[in-house]
Structures are given as structure tokens and as C-alpha cells.
Nanobody, 126 residues
Framework: QVQLVESGGGLVQAGGSLRLSCAAS????????MGWFRQAPGKGREIVAA????????RYTDSVKGRFTISRDNAKNTVYLQMNSLKLEDTAVYYC???????????????????WGQGTQVTVSS
């Protein structure tokens, strides 16, 4: 069983930055792909970014390209989401997700990720 614990959410003004962290209870050396999703009020959950277990591949949804960066530290079993130039529309609950060996083409499919964190709230104010 994999447990994911997000942290780093909070309230920030538009244009500001936040860094989210997701600590995974996995064995060092595990080959889990990791992703960040978000869910805004009244909307469905959408992929924000994802990274392969070996950091060779990353993907971003178009609305965050150039502003957000996903990274991971496998020695610490932690994945990060650096969010810069935050906009009001980035307000959402952000979830960390993990799965083993899923094709990159399926990363945007919420239903394909097996493990989920509890979410952390990010609120961007004007």
C-alpha cells in the first residue's frame, strides 16, 4: 500500500509562487510515475503535470506550461510542484497521484492512477 501526503498549499496573491510537496511511502528505488492533479470548485479533476519514475519524461497541461515545474527526489521519495506566476484560475485542491508503469499517453486519465493523496488547498487571491 502506497501512502501519499501532500503539503505546501496555502493562500497566495496572484503573481506569487508556491511549492507543493508530496511524500510517498514507497521503497527507495521503486519505479512509480507521479502526477499532480487539481480540482477547482464545481469542476472535475484535471491533470496538471506528471513525471516518470526516472525523471526522463515530464508532461504539463497547456495552462501551466512555462509557469509550473514538476520534479522529484527519489532518494527522499518526494515529488514537487513549483508553481510560479500564479493566477486566480489556479485556485483548486491539488492532489498527488502515483502509479506503476502507466503509458505516458494515459497520464491525463484520472481513472488510470491508482494511489492518491488527500489533497492540499491552493488559493490565489487578487
Amino acid at each position: 500500500q502506497v501512502q501519499l501526503v501532500e503539503s505546501g498549499g496555502g493562500l497566495v496573491q496572484a503573481g506569487g509562487s508556491l511549492r507543493l510537496s508530496c511524500a510517498a511511502s514507497v521503497r527507495t528505488g521503486s519505479t512509480y510515475d507521479m502526477g499532480w492533479f487539481r480540482q477547482a470548485p464545481g469542476k472535475g479533476r484535471e491533470i496538471v503535470a506528471a513525471i516518470s519514475w526516472n525523471e526522463a519524461t515530464t508532461r504539463y497541461t497547456d495552462s501551466v506550461k512555462g509557469r509550473f515545474t514538476i520534479s522529484r527526489d527519489n532518494a527522499k521519495n518526494t515529488v514537487y510542484l513549483q508553481m510560479n506566476s500564479l493566477k486566480l484560475e489556479d485556485t483548486a485542491v491539488y492532489y498527488c497521484a502515483a502509479d506503476l508503469g502507466m503509458p505516458v499517453s494515459l497520464w491525463d486519465r484520472e481513472d488510470k492512477w491508482y494511489y492518491w493523496g488527500q489533497g492540499t488547498q491552493v488559493t490565489v487571491s487578487s
